[in-house]
């Protein structure tokens, strides 16, 4: 599978962003999508997950109640809406489609 982010950015605490990522390829296999975020220095983070047949969301404790994951299927089309950012928040953030990474997309909040 193929995976492309996009939607990164600077933005002020507090502010929202929404990422995108878009997959291509053997994609009638995922089960399982998520996104991951790595800051400089700290250890790779996975922030939020959804079983692509069930619809199940699962969350790191850090982004509960800000961040929502959803997909649309029909466009392969995976999502991280981050609300209510703050500067801990910046990292390079990945979508995943186990064993495939994307390229990243770096978000910085200020």
């Known amino acids: 599978v193929q995976l492309v982010e996009s939607g990164g950015g600077s933005v002020q605490a507090g502010g929202s962003l929404r990422l995108s990522c878009a997959a291509s390829?053997?994609?009638?296999?995922?089960?399982?999508m998520g996104w991951f975020r790595q800051a400089p220095g700290k250890e790779r983070e996975r922030v939020a997950r959804i079983n692509t047949a069930t619809g199940s969301r699962h969350y790191a404790d850090s982004v509960k109640g800000r961040f929502t994951i959803s997909r649309d299927n029909a466009k392969n089309t995976l999502y991280l809406q981050m609300n209510s950012l703050k500067s801990e928040d910046t990292a390079l953030y990945y979508c995943?489609?186990?064993?495939?990474w994307g390229q990243g997309t770096q978000v910085t909040v200020s």
């Open positions: 390829g053997n994609t009638y296999t995922s089960s399982c």
């Open positions: 995943t489609d186990l064993p495939d």
